[in-house]
């Protein structure tokens, strides 16, 4: 069998059975050693190509998307530093639990480490960052190396997406001519009905005897808090509301736990513990027994203090599956379990008269109802960044998705994001926290043709902007706020803030660009609200426009730190008075 | 001693013992976790910082800067994926042999691994492609430590800058809180004159009776071909010419070779073998006994073919230090040694009459010439994409630096650079030869205050549009030559463009962009000239300018694989018209 003719059986029979094993949507990255891959990618029916230029914004679509639709994505690149570009992306797929497989392209061994043009070690590039890598044989098409495709295609997939979800590495060297020939007979393989592989996933679930001693203990006592943090199955609301509900608990409800939103009764989910658990006295007053935890550790500093300040409440953290999502350092007890099912199981195993101290699930939502009142009724006419963010979730719609930026703009959304029945789904990249690549995973998400609001920072829009050409080239519907406070926010609430000296230079890192000429040069329509009404217009109009829209709101960092300040402080004070004095 | 103090001598003494060791720049990316470094280098009275907020720039503009100044460049950045960013200039920093130093700041090892915010692994991220990894120790200032943190700077720059140069990567745990005290006394450490550690480097001289041996027996071999390939060592040119016109052989000069440009004789230099190579005929007509390279392998495609179909010719590598760059597969001996050295050894060991083959250098410099002729009067009115590169190489200033990128740029400069005496450094991103980074390689080289003209294509441009903040922020003179075909232009020249169905969505990726725009948002002046005159005049103008100028040319796909191949079929036709019958 000739060159052509095993190389393109060989690709043909990977993509297919990935196809098969449940892909739908591939990125690739123009290149030349990455040819087999990429038109074998495109000449299949049932796989949709999004080509991206710039590999790390690729990679980032790429975690969009698989955020999105909880669905694998594959990337293709070229050899040589395009492998690398994806490096940003597949430690956020890893740290947040995302299947991406990467495809990359190789020179074959003998072109390796001998001064060949864009030759790089690409072999466990990505290091401990990828649940798998696997350096692919060179193609053949010998019915044990179709098997063999088929079987790295299906596990590939498999392992990507079982247990904690997280990135795969195929390495595949070819060697020239590189064309592969799409008119052979029987080019997806032997007509086959199923995938080569099929893997059955059992959930864990625990012991009956355990269950039934863990529901009584919890249940004899009195103050238990049950904390929901970032993460990504948008059923668990329904059960643990129930859970919580039965017991008495409040639940702590971090802006990415999905259950702030959506149908089920919110009639226990606490959101507004951010800003009243800034206060040591009444985080003095709210001392648990014990800390029940879904999800990762939530994203409010408050929360964290509340923590470390009670290492001698027990505090329990629930795993799906494997990880040591504890940074406090308490003592602590591991669940490994899924979520969902232990809570079913809880409350099948709970007693009828569960609620133990009748005093503490409504302490909690008093303050959750002062906090609320300052956030709900913060409203102001100017537009400031809180303002803007409150004003976002007001219209934001219904069975949307919001992709929400680190540093400043999740901050602002955990403060504001009150609960409500809309089906939103939050994302956002909480793996490493970064504030590269999120242009690109929020055109990725919206790629999925859900509509997407992308909320972020002027650093992070600025860090990606590159990803904007997906938007113009796909049209793209994508509604981007922009947080313009010229630079780094953040460390205005940080130490840092105190060293005048170097301050501006290192750490505020003004931008001073006019984004409105970006914007045009990627086709989006430009807004500049100026008042607080304007931004609610502003935005309904963007939600029913075509393609990319962003709105640029400007603030000031130093106003914005004064509004935050004032704020905490009016919740504080109105609890101290109302609250603390009734004790 | 408290936390503070310690902390702060740990990093002044680490920096100070940087800057003792020659470090003069340091690139930073904001922060919180990299405080200390970051303040701390920006309080150092002898290290330059720049700011570069995204770290993909960030690690291309240093990797610019150092290979301009052959200095090492250290680059700060914050923990997460801040440092994953760095790593496609790792690697092209690694491939090309360029002293970078990434000094990344990490979490402490209580926050590693526990679901901690924006920690990440970060121990040997980069994993081969450094030259040295170390986790530093927790801050203290025993003399012990003060010690160590000294060695370790020393150590770093060592490691970067000898042997083959490359990076090296350090690894920093902080604490909070993270703010250094400047205020206490002897803050840069005990005054100290010299540096705590100096290295003696010896250069790799071959024994007297090999050199001999090797000598002898060269000279008694017909035809021998010198060839250079991309090299940074400006003052072997001298030696190296010196040594071809002794022995009468052509020296085939690449582009990057440092030596078609500069002061010496230029006698020898082959500079259009690229042209006429490329013909199967003219091969065989050239057909040598032995080859001998100094540097890496030429970009020329045609020279690779011309290795290949001589394996019977001996070849002789020449490396520096350690190295295997010879991807052909021929056999070869490899001589370890310092270039300039063995130029020199040979050239005293040479008898005095040493030229075998009387008509050999003659035919190679006919073919050249007429090579030469073609590519001079090529001279058009129409501006295509090799008439651009033609003019721009014409008006070029003396000691200035032109900065290449990948695919196409290197391509032409190969075709147009001819023989000059202006002193023109010429620098490229050949490692990996990837199209990522261009941008800020280019404004990175200007930082040194040296003007330098970047030659690049519309989709490396792109790649790295971030990469001008840094040209705004700083002032930087930089004149950027944009030939915008609107896609990958080298695809037309490759198999590729045979395949009609895929070709422009996976190859030709036209990105359909108003740079005008971008380029003004980054305050940058903006050309188009129509005529290739005016690209001359332009060209003139820019040069006169302070800060960012753009030119972009645009160009046609089709038309520049039109031109190109007229070009080459017409060199070929005069030489077998003109060489091949007078033989």
Redesign the interface.
């Known amino acids: 069998m000739n060159h052509t003719e095993a190389l393109t059986r060989y690709i043909a029979n990977f993509v297919d059975e990935l196809a098969k094993s449940g892909l739908t949507d591939v990125v690739?990255s123009?290149g030349?050693r990455s040819?087999p891959l990429?038109?074998t990618f495109?000449?299949h029916p049932d796989i949709k190509?999004w080509?991206i230029?710039?590999?790390?914004s690729a990679g980032f679509f790429g975690l969009g998307l698989a955020k999105q639709t909880n669905r694998p994505v594959a990337l293709v690149c070229s050899s040589?530093?395009?492998a690398?570009?994806y490096?940003?992306a597949?430690?956020?797929a890893y740290?947040s639990r995302v299947p991406l497989i990467a495809l990359t392209a190789d020179r074959p061994h003998?072109?390796r480490?001998?001064?060949?043009?864009?030759?790089?070690?690409q072999l466990?590039?990505y290091?401990?960052?990828v649940k798998d890598f696997h350096e692919m044989a060179l193609p053949e098409s010998t019915g044990t190396m179709i098997n063999y495709v088929r079987t790295k295609a299906a596990r590939a997939i498999h392992e990507a997406m079982s247990g904690n979800s997280g990135p795969v590495h195929l390495n595949f060297p070819f060697r020239e001519?590189?064309?592969p020939d799409f008119s052979i007979e029987n080019l997806w393989g032997e007509p086959l009905a199923d995938p080569y592989h099929v893997w059955h996933d059992g959930r864990k679930k625990l012991p009956e005897a355990l269950v039934k001693q863990l529901s009584e203990k919890l249940q004899s006592t009195k103050k238990g808090v049950i904390v929901c943090g970032p993460q990504i199955d948008e059923e668990l609301g329904e059960v643990i509301t129930l859970l919580a509900e039965k017991w008495g608990l409040p639940i702590l409800a971090d802006p990415l736990s999905q259950i702030r939103t959506g149908s089920h009764s919110k009639a226990n989910i606490i959101e507004g513990y951010d800003a009243f658990l800034r206060n040591q006295e009444i985080r003095n007053l709210l001392k648990p027994d014990y800390i029940i935890r879904f999800g990762?550790?939530p994203v409010s500093k408050a929360y964290l203090f509340y923590v470390k300040e009670n290492p001698g409440a027990q505090q329990y953290v629930v795993e799906n599956h494997l990880?040591?999502?504890?940074?406090v350092?308490n003592s602590t007890e591991f669940i490994f379990a899924d979520p969902i099912l232990l809570c079913s199981d809880l409350i099948e195993a709970s007693a009828t008269d569960t609620i133990r101290d009748g005093e503490w699930l409504p302490l909690w939502n008093k303050l959750n109802s002062i906090a609320k009142q300052y956030t709900l009724h913060a409203s102001d006419t100017t537009l400031t960044e809180g303002e803007a963010v409150r004003r976002l979730l007001e219209v934001i719609p219904d069975k949307s998705s919001l992709y929400v930026g680190n540093s400043m703009a999740i901050r602002d959304v955990d403060t504001f994001l009150l609960s409500t029945s809309k089906s939103i789904k939050l994302l956002a990249n909480?793996g490493?926290?970064?504030i590269?690549?999120m242009v690109s995973s929020g055109i990725g998400a919206a790629s999925s043709g859900i509509p997407v609001t992308l909320l972020l920072g002027d650093?992070s829009f600025?860090?990606d902007?590159?990803g904007l050409?997906a938007a113009?080239?796909y049209h793209i519907n994508i509604t981007i706020l922009v947080i313009n406070n010229n630079g780094?926010g953040i460390?205005s609430f940080?130490?840092?803030a105190?060293?005048e000296k170097?301050f501006e230079?290192?750490?505020g890192?003004p931008?001073?660009?006019?984004?409105q000429?970006?914007i045009?040069?990627?086709g989006g329509s430009y807004h500049t609200p100026q008042q607080a009404d304007d931004l609610n217009d502003v935005l309904l109009e963007c939600y029913q426009e075509e393609g990319l829209s962003v709105i640029e709101v400007k603030t000031d960092r130093n106003e914005n730190l004064q509004w935050h300040r004032e704020l905490w402080e009016a919740i504080e004070a109105e609890i101290v008075k109302t609250v603390m004095h009734c004790e």
Chains 1, 2 share one sequence.
């Open positions: 690739i123009p030349s040819t990429a038109m495109a000449e190509e080509v230029i710039d590999e790390r040589g530093t395009a690398a570009n490096f940003p597949i430690i956020e740290q003998e072109l480490d001998v001064g060949a043009p864009q030759a790089i070690d466990k590039l290091g401990d960052y001519p590189l064309i990762a550790m990880g040591y999502r504890e940074p350092g909480r490493a926290n970064g590269d690549g650093l600025f860090h902007l590159n050409l113009k080239h780094g460390f940080l130490p840092q105190t060293s170097h230079a290192l750490f890192t931008l001073n660009i006019d984004f000429k970006a045009e040069m990627y």
